[in-house]
């Protein structure tokens, strides 16, 4: 069965930096546009990057551009978010997507927290 867990959040100070890992099972991961998104509290889920399945193509929402990275390991299947220059506005549940047989599969999320 697909399976998604995300792991690398935690608490950090604004300017800091934290990187997420999502590791992957059950698909071709290979092959597959991976996602992350976030989730405020009492906001709705929104997008932050999306990778190609070879990593060849990145986009990202424009409150995160030029301080997140997405990447992603095709032989660990596994896909990262690389976050810098955190803002309070960054805290969520952070959470990694992948649409499989046409269903879209979710992990648990990690909570990321960005305060002094």
């Known amino acids: 069965q697909v399976q998604l867990v995300e792991s690398g959040g935690g608490l950090v100070q604004p300017g800091g930096s934290l990187r997420l890992s999502c590791a992957a099972s059950?698909?071709?991961?290979?092959?597959?546009?991976m996602k992350w998104y976030r989730q405020a509290p009492g906001k709705e889920r929104e997008l932050v990057a999306a990778?190609?399945?070879?990593?060849?193509?990145?986009d990202y929402a424009d409150s995160v551009k030029g301080r997140f990275t997405i990447s992603r390991d095709n032989a660990k299947n596994t896909v990262y978010l690389q976050m810098n220059s955190l803002k309070p506005e960054d805290t969520a549940v952070y959470y990694c997507?992948?649409?499989?047989?046409?269903?879209?599969?979710w992990g648990q999320g990690t909570q990321v927290t960005v305060s002094s």
């Open positions: 997507n992948a649409r499989h047989r046409y269903r879209d599969y």
């Open positions: 059950g698909f071709t991961f290979s092959s597959k546009l």
């Open positions: 990778i190609t399945s070879g990593g060849g193509s990145t």
